[in-house]
């Protein structure tokens, strides 16, 4: 499905977890994951990026946010917890219903 209009972008901010194994950048394979399956969905009406926390085009953090940090569109979505795809679908289908008029 395509959206009218510029898309919905969704920016998760993650860092890489130092464990027993090395280091594993989970947040990142997550992100990309979720970005699959919002494709699949919504097709080029919605956007997914994924900043590391330590990348220089890194997003600000607000006051007390916990990683991972989630955005839609210009909205803080989650901080903090997992990564919840369907939660982040579900608020993208009240957005399209509003822009459309039907939420």
Known sequence: ???MGAPIV???IGAPVACAEGVKDT???IATWIGGNLATRFGE???VAYFDLFD???PPLP???QLPLVYIGDELFSSGGKLNGPAIRR???TLIG????NG
């Open 27 to 29: 947040w990142r394979e």
């Open 56 to 58: 220089p085009a890194c």
């Open 63 to 65: 006051p007390g946010a």
């Open 45 to 47: 009406g919605v956007q």
């Open 98 to 101: 509003t822009a459309v008029g």
């Open 91 to 93: 608020r993208i289908e």
């Open 1 to 3: 499905m395509l959206l």
């Open 10 to 12: 969704v920016r998760i």
